[in-house]
Structures are given as C-alpha cells and as structure tokens.
C-alpha cells in the first residue's frame, strides 16, 4: 500500500489540524533564549569604551614608546616588539580603542590574568583592558613585512595608538619602524 503526501485524502487532515507547527514553535523559543542569554552575558562582560571615565589619579609609565627593527627580511616572517605600560597609580588604568595604522601591523595587550584579541587598523572596539594598581601589561606588536607583498619593499613606518583613562596622558602612541628587503 502506497502512501500518497498529495493526495486530496492526506491534505484534509493536514487542513483539519489547528495550532502551531511544534517545529517553528521550537525554533521560536530557542531563539528568543539565545537572545536573552546575549543580552544578559553580554551586559556582565565588564566595562566598555563609553563607561570609561578619566581618572586624575591614574599613573603609568612607559619605558619606551619606539622601536626600530632594523633591516627586516620580506621572506623572514613575522617580527614582534613588546612594550610595557606600568600602572604606577592608586587606580585602575583602563586601555581601550587600540587601532594600528596599516593592516599589516596587529597589537595585542597581555597582563597576568588576562589577553586582548589582536587589533588592526580597521578595528572598532568597546571592550577596555584593565591594568591593577602596581601591575604590568604588555602591547605585543606584529608586524607582517611581506603582508602588502612586493611593492611593500622599503622603509616603513607603523604606529600603535590606544586611549587611556588617564587625564594626563589620554593617548598613547608607539612608532615602529624598520627597512624591508627582498633578497
């Protein structure tokens, strides 16, 4: 015996049956749980960009804000420099809206409890990098020499920027450059 889905018998049950398809109601509920689970984790994930308030009582040092590579092989790889922000204050100091100025250059902050993504030049970012009172972060900068391929050849010079709490010092810059050959 065959069983026909397109038959007129089949479709007056299918008409006669009422309600909601459980399978879009499952899908509605999953979604609006989802949802909410975004809205509420979302909103403990810590401070963002627009809850930073300057702090007179924030202090940082920085040992070194330059940095040259030297001559840099286009087919060496990736090369690196990391520099250390202190946080010298009373206060947490709070890191946020770290950009590069060319994709071929990332910047990453790392402290003992915790790491940033990597950022870029394109990149708009809410979250803020807390550093504790009498702690240490670290930028690890990345720069990629054969990123822009050939004619990428040549000096170069990147920069590193971010915002700080701090009204004494509300930007931070560090300068990076080096001379990229081919051999």
Known sequence: MSHDCCSPKHNKKLAAKKGI??????????????????IFFGSKMGATAQDVEPDAEVAMSVAENTYDWGTVDYD????????????????????????????????QLKSASQTSKKFGMHEKSSSV????????????????????????????NRTVTMTTNSTDNPTLAFQLTANVFKK
């Open 76 to 107: 060496g790889g990736i090369v690196s420099k990391t520099f250390a922000i202190e946080n010298s204050g009373a206060t947490p100091l709070k890191l946020f809206d770290v950009k590069t100025s060319c994709m071929c250059t990332t910047a």
């Open 21 to 38: 398809d459980p399978f879009l109601a499952g899908i509605g509920v999953v979604t609006v749980l989802l949802l909410v689970g975004a």
């Open 129 to 156: 990098f807390e550093v504790k009172p009498g702690e240490k972060a670290e930028l690890v900068v990345e720069f990629d020499p054969a990123f822009h391929g050939p004619s990428g050849v040549g000096p170069i």
